[in-house]
């Protein structure tokens, strides 16, 4: 997950490792930076200063440290004017996200624009990238879920992002997703859950659960949803679509998706699991689930995907979230025993909301098991 930027309401400027007093961000040489400014502008900058206004807010993210650098600059012709980017470094050298932002622009995607990558002297990868207004919310998905506007928007990016046809050169770095290997994973966390719960570890109210709960049939479970995954169409999916790693951009109202590190090859609507795969009973929505995969659809199909029936779609998803939470067990039930959870630093209330998630995947699981 992607840390969320919202400049309307700081005030600056703030101090931040990332930003040197020579000018630079993150080692980038000003220079290099100087070449990014005038791209951007679409003139000759001659001068810039930098500083941060604004703090990078939410989830730190896991792969990489951000610093949201605001450039004054001065154009060779005089003029002035002012520029705020979002930087990320990553953690761990190699290529990341910069081949993705490139081949994906090409392709029209819904995507920040990307100014500037670099490398640092050990290979980890430097990104400058167009800032954009937060999802600001707590809980975003909430928030999306009850806001028709809001929600259609993040359907129509998915729907766009996942229409493309990626082209040779791209389709060659792409990864395929392998939740098969993954659901065989599962059926290890299958076990291990059952002697936590036996044990008592992970509560009363799961050691119930599962004691009620023919752990068996989870296993059977698993063995049947491999075989629909093997028979599903595939496509380019972002693989961690939430909104989270969307933002706005200001000028146009235009949500874009970012964090694009594990965009792959994988069942083509993996990415509207998360938001369609529950039932209306499950999960309250703005809209009837059947009218919003419609919405989906209709973009899909705008954007020139091959578009199947509402119908299809909502049981394509449904599996999906199941594969979902049977691929998230082993995690779940980490944070269950340890609390260590990025909302939150009292462990206490990680462990309580952890064993709620784990407690209602269960049962929704077993209600799908039949």
Not at 10 to 35: A, K, M, N, Q, T
Not at 121 to 134: H, N
Not at 156 to 180: D, E, F, V
Not at 256 to 269: A, C, M, Q, S, T
Request: net charge negative; glycine share 10%; with cysteine.
């Amino acid at each position: 997950m992607s840390a969320l930027v919202d400049g309307l309401s700081d005030e600056g400027p703030y101090v931040s490792d990332g930003i040197d007093s020579r000018g630079g961000v993150f080692g980038v040489s000003r220079e290099r930076i100087l070449r990014a400014l005038s791209e951007a502008v679409g003139a000759d900058v001659r001068a810039y200063v930098v500083e941060a206004r604004h703090r990078v807010r939410g989830p730190a993210g896991y792969q990489g440290e951000k610093v949201i650098p605001t450039f004054d600059y001065t154009t060779q012709d005089g003029q002035c004017g002012s520029l705020t980017m979002l930087v990320k470094r990553f953690h761990t050298p190699g290529e990341r996200e910069a081949a993705h932002y490139a081949h994906l622009h090409a392709h029209g995607a819904p995507i920040p624009e990307l100014y500037l990558t670099d490398s640092d002297a050990t290979g980890r990868e430097i990104l400058f990238l167009e800032f954009l207004e937060a999802i600001v919310d707590l809980d975003p998905m909430v928030g999306f879920l009850s806001d028709p506007g809001a929600f259609g928007k993040f359907l129509t990016a998915a729907a766009r992002l996942n229409a493309i046809r990626p082209s040779p050169a791209y389709a060659k770095i792409l990864r395929p997703m392998r939740l098969g290997s993954t659901l065989a994973e599962s059926r290890d966390s299958l076990a291990t859950l059952t002697e936590l719960a036996a044990a008592g570890s992970l509560g009363e109210p799961l050691r119930g659960a599962v004691s009620d709960l023919a752990a068996g049939r989870l296993v059977a479970l698993s063995h049947r949803l491999e075989e629909r995954l093997a028979e599903m169409p595939t496509g380019l999916v972002h693989n961690d679509h939430d909104p989270a790693n969307t933002g706005i951009r200001r000028a146009s109202g235009e949500l874009l998706i970012f964090d694009l590190e594990f965009v792959g090859i994988g069942p083509r609507f993996t990415d509207v699991a998360g938001p369609l795969g529950a039932t209306d009973a499950e999960q309250p929505r703005c809209l009837p689930r059947a009218v919003l995969a419609a919405e989906y659809l209709d973009a899909y199909a705008a954007a020139g995907g091959d578009a199947p029936s509402v119908d299809t779609l909502l049981d394509e998803a449904r599996v999906l979230l199941m594969v979902g939470a049977l691929r998230m067990l082993g995690w779940t039930i980490g944070r269950a025993l340890d609390g260590v959870v990025d909302w939150t630093a009292d462990r206490e209330a990680g462990r309580r909301e952890a064993r709620a998630g784990l407690l209602a995947d269960l049962r929704r699981l077993a209600d799908y098991a039949g």
